[in-house]
C-alpha cells in the first residue's frame, strides 16, 4: 500500500525516507555525534520541565508492559522458563568459578 511506513510514497526520484536519511547524514557530517547528544539533552531536560518526573514513570510502565507482552507473543510462555534456565545455570556457573578463585587464592595466601 502506497505511502505506508513499510513502502514510503516517492515523490520525484527519492522517498520520503531516502531523504531523511540523506539529511541526517549530512548533518552527521557536518556537525558530528556530539550534536545529536547534545539536542537529545536538549529535549530530554525540555520533556523533563515540561511533564515532570511521573510522565517517565507512566511511559515506561507502558513501554514495559507492551514489550513484555510483544516478547510473549513472539516468543511464548516457554521462552520465559527457558531463559531462566538459562540464568540460573550461569548463576551457579558464575558461584563455583568463584568458590574455585577464592580457594585459589585462600592456597597461594597460605603457602
Known sequence: MPGTP???KKTGGMSVREAGQKGGETVK???GPEFYE???RKGGLATKEAHGHEFYEQIGKKG???GGEATRDRYGPDFYERIGQKG???VKQLIEEGKRAAAAAEEKRAS
Open 6 to 8: 513499510e513502502t514510503p
Open 29 to 31: 557530517k557536518k556537525y
Open 38 to 40: 547534545q539536542i537529545g
Open 64 to 66: 514495559g508492559k507492551k
Open 88 to 90: 540460573g545455570q550461569k
